[in-house]
């Protein structure tokens, strides 16, 4: 079982960001800021790692995949310290932004339906189902719909059958349903959730491990000339980011003494009759 993992270097969740509104849509400022792999992705490896432990089949691999500049290598390095075997790094110029002000969902589809046909023997792509700067989700069922294959987005757990199909829990408004991705002449494409595992940290002996494994590193320019896409069509964005702002800050709240002063209060503002 080959199983094929796109992760993507963001803003770390845990740091405020900085936005300056007058870079239009450029606004959110991402130099010398803390960058770390996209907490969706991180479920996606985790979920790989446990698949592949569950087969117990010396033959199945896990490739980490990334698109972006340079430093997309360290992230490369964490998922391969996680236990995924090799990477593929598709590096672009320092100066395209990936995202959402760049290099969209479409360029990104198209650029790992070429990866996996170039891989051969794929079995399962496992995404994040979002990425936390761009919030799209439209990665993974764009990747599906252009290798015409069987998908499922929100994945809360991923079973795999000795038939070679996946059965996958996914959580949806009106619950969680439960559907089986049939075996196809296509990888399978599953989006994570949040709630279907938690990551395993790297440990130390496997973060020197990582540093051996091996990353295959190609410039944007040719993987697009590779795959006979154009590289104008891969980074022309399909929407625009007309403005990017702050929210509001929010008003500071008021202390009470007694439950007859909060209701008072209330009532004062017309919360309360």
């Excluded at 236990?83 to 100066?95: L, Q």
């Excluded at 038939?163 to 994570?192: H, N």
């Excluded at 949040?194 to 940290?201: I, K, S, V």
Aim: charged residues 30%; hydrophobic residues 35%.
């Amino acid at each position: 079982m080959k199983i094929l993992v796109p992760i993507k270097r963001v803003i770390d969740y845990a740091i405020k960001i900085r936005v300056d509104p007058t870079k239009g849509p450029h606004a959110v400022q991402t130099a010398n800021v803390k960058m770390s792999m996209n907490p969706f992705c991180e479920i996606a490896v985790e979920e790989a790692i446990r698949l592949k432990e569950a087969h117990k089949n010396k033959g199945d691999e896990i490739v980490a995949v990334s698109i972006g500049p340079k430093q997309c290598s360290e992230t490369i390095r964490t998922a391969l310290a996680m236990g995924a075997d090799r990477g593929i790094h598709i590096e672009t110029k320092g100066d395209v932004r990936g995202d959402y002000v760049d290099l969209q969902p479409w360029g990104i589809a198209k650029l790992l339906k070429g990866v996996v046909e170039k891989e051969e023997n794929v079995d399962l792509v496992l995404c994040g189902k979002q990425s936390i700067d761009s919030d799209c989700g439209q990665t993974g069922p764009l990747l599906a719909g252009f290798l015409n294959a069987p998908q499922a987005t929100f994945a809360a757990k991923v079973t795999k059958e000795d038939d070679g199909s996946f059965i996958v829990d996914r959580e949806t408004d009106a619950g969680t349903e439960t559907i089986k991705l049939l075996p196809s002449d296509a990888p399978a494409v599953i989006t994570c959730d949040l709630r279907l595992n938690t990551p395993r940290y790297p440990t130390m002996p496997n973060i020197m491990k990582a540093k051996k494994k091996p990353v295959q590193t190609i410039s944007l320019e040719d993987m697009v000339s590779e795959l006979g896409l154009d590289l104008d069509e891969v980074l022309k964005p399909k929407n625009q980011v007309v403005e990017v702002y702050e929210p509001p800050p929010r008003k500071e709240g008021e202390f009470v003494e007694s439950v007859d002063e909060l209701l008072s209060k209330l009532k004062e503002k017309g919360v309360v009759g």
